[in-house]
């Protein structure tokens, strides 16, 4: 775990969400400049997020697509 202080949400929510995603273990920083690797637990919970807003935009009578 990192010895510095966690950013505060208020005063910089990018770097406060960027720091929890990678203290949580659901990314890491990719070689690719400005990109990240999802981990498992992250992609599962990308996976999750996305059954539920599926659910509930087939629930309205419409379709989902990529």
């Known amino acids: ?3 510095r202080p966690l950013p ?5 929510f990018p770097a ?8 949580a ?3 890491e920083n990719s070689s690719v400049r400005g990109a990240m690797v999802i981990k498992p ?8 997020i996305q059954r539920e807003l ?3 935009i087939k629930a309205t ?4 697509f990529y």
């Open 61 to 64: 009578g419409h379709e989902n």
């Open 25 to 27: 273990g659901l990314a």
């Open 8 to 12: 505060t949400q208020s005063s910089d």
């Open 41 to 48: 637990y992250g992609y599962a919970i990308w996976e999750a």
């Open 16 to 23: 406060w969400y960027g720091e929890v995603v990678r203290r």
């Open 1 to 3: 775990m990192s010895s």
């Open 54 to 56: 599926d659910d509930r």
